[in-house]
């Protein structure tokens, strides 16, 4: 994880640093390249929906309270809404941990080594710059496939990466160091990030060649590694399959199993409220005012004999059951 972000955003928070006279010795440029960090990063990436439920129960338990009672007048339905949002934040951090932990340890020890697991042609569907070589008998004949992988057992790309491995680019920040390096590397070139580039192979967006403000190209950022193999366009693609294989990996124990969360929650919570916390909600709303049970309305008939009779509608007779024309 924090190679990934090395090779975007890390850079330019490094340049910042440096701009305030920092150097080396600045402090976010040392707190941005800590291994403190990184493994920080790395378990967060590795463990998307447990940091994810801690983060949201910490707003559950703590920011949505104190909201509550800060903006509700009625001080028993801040409680109500304060415990309701403590019993979802807990729910939601508790089952986690009970089943979407161990449906997650499962998948990942099938995505850690899915050649091991799943044929060569379901691993090409998912990672689809994976290399793949064909398995030759003791008699020459070809008898299938398998996923090409190194000396460690990584899986690799067709290009002899190693797959699902950020593209980190080499950088060197120190001008002295820079100048030392090109010096001894003609083929390569400094950008003024900091950011190690061929010479010889461009960097392209969509096909076309990128530019700089010079209308020079631009070339391909090159690899943190011993070759220095450059980042082409296609690459950069494949990388962000792959994480995003990656991803939903990871996520594929929280999508399966949020509908039964979902569930649970609404069950429990009515439960949780009354007996654990004692609370209920506030009933202060005013109780609406009895409409009559019979309409005022007169119902008004002309008759021969110049009288009017008024009735209710509903049948009850008026205590003017009738009266004659110019007075009672």
């Given at each position: 994880?924090?190679?990934?972000?090395?090779?975007?955003?890390?850079?330019?928070?490094?340049?910042?640093?440096?701009?305030?006279?920092?150097?080396?010795?600045?402090?976010?440029?040392?707190?941005?390249?800590?291994?403190?960090?990184?493994?920080?990063?790395?378990?967060?990436?590795?463990n998307p929906v447990i940091c994810q439920s801690g983060f949201a129960l910490a707003l559950c338990?703590?920011?949505?309270?104190?909201?509550?009672?800060?903006?509700?007048?009625?001080?028993?339905?801040?409680?109500?809404?304060?415990?309701?949002?403590?019993?979802?934040?807990?729910?939601?951090?508790?089952?986690?941990?009970?089943?979407?932990?161990?449906?997650?340890?499962?998948?990942?020890?099938?995505?850690?080594?899915?050649?091991?697991?799943?044929?060569?042609?379901?691993?090409?569907?998912?990672?689809?710059?994976?290399?793949?070589?064909?398995?030759?008998?003791?008699?020459?004949?070809?008898?299938?496939?398998?996923?090409?992988?190194?000396?460690?057992?990584?899986?690799?790309?067709?290009?002899?990466?190693?797959?699902?491995?950020?593209?980190?680019?080499?950088?060197?920040?120190?001008?002295?160091?820079?100048?030392?390096?090109?010096?001894?590397?003609?083929?390569?070139?400094?950008?003024?990030?900091?950011?190690?580039?061929?010479?010889?192979?461009?960097?392209?967006?969509?096909?076309?060649?990128?530019?700089?403000?010079?209308?020079?190209?631009?070339?391909?950022?090159?690899?943190?590694?011993?070759?220095?193999?450059?980042?082409?366009?296609?690459?950069?693609?494949?990388?962000?399959?792959?994480?995003?294989?990656?991803?939903?990996?990871?996520?594929?124990?929280?999508?399966?199993?949020?509908?039964?969360?979902?569930?649970?929650?609404?069950?429990?919570?009515?439960?949780?409220?009354?007996?654990?916390?004692?609370?209920?909600?506030?009933?202060?709303?005013?109780?609406?005012?009895?409409?009559?049970?019979?309409?005022?309305?007169?119902?008004?008939?002309?008759?021969?004999?110049?009288?009017?009779?008024?009735?209710?509608?509903?049948?009850?007779?008026?205590?003017?059951?009738?009266?004659?024309?110019?007075?009672?």
């Amino acid at each position: 994880m924090i190679n990934r972000i090395m090779g975007s955003g890390i850079p330019k928070a490094m340049k910042i640093g440096a701009g305030n006279g920092g150097g080396n010795g600045d402090r976010l440029t040392k707190f941005l390249r800590s291994k403190t960090l990184g493994k920080v990063l790395d378990t967060a990436e590795a463990n998307p929906v447990i940091c994810q439920s801690g983060f949201a129960l910490a707003l559950c338990c703590v920011a949505r309270p104190a909201t509550n009672f800060l903006v509700t007048e009625d001080k028993q339905d801040a409680a109500y809404a304060s415990c309701h949002s403590i019993s979802s934040g807990g729910i939601g951090f508790i089952w986690p941990l009970l089943f979407a932990t161990p449906l997650a340890a499962g998948v990942k020890k099938v995505a850690a080594n899915p050649q091991k697991y799943l044929k060569p042609e379901v691993v090409k569907k998912f990672y689809p710059n994976v290399a793949l070589e064909d398995i030759i008998s003791k008699d020459g004949k070809k008898i299938g496939k398998k996923v090409k992988t190194n000396v460690k057992g990584e899986m690799l790309r067709e290009d002899g990466t190693v797959l699902c491995k950020s593209l980190e680019p080499k950088m060197i920040y120190n001008k002295e160091e820079r100048a030392a390096f090109e010096a001894k590397n003609a083929g390569f070139y400094v950008d003024k990030n900091g950011v190690v580039r061929s010479k010889t192979v461009f960097n392209t967006e969509g096909g076309k060649f990128k530019l700089d403000e010079n209308g020079n190209k631009i070339g391909c950022a090159v690899q943190n590694n011993k070759e220095m193999t450059p980042i082409t366009e296609e690459m950069e693609i494949g990388a962000r399959k792959e994480k995003n294989v990656t991803n939903f990996i990871n996520m594929s124990s929280d999508i399966l199993l949020a509908p039964p969360r979902a569930a649970l929650t609404i069950a429990l919570i009515p439960s949780i409220l009354k007996n654990v916390f004692g609370v209920q909600k506030s009933n202060n709303a005013a109780a609406p005012a009895s409409n009559p049970t019979a309409s005022s309305r007169l119902d008004i008939t002309s008759k021969s004999n110049n009288t009017v009779k008024v009735t209710k509608s509903a049948g009850t007779a008026s205590p003017f059951s009738s009266f004659k024309k110019g007075g009672v």
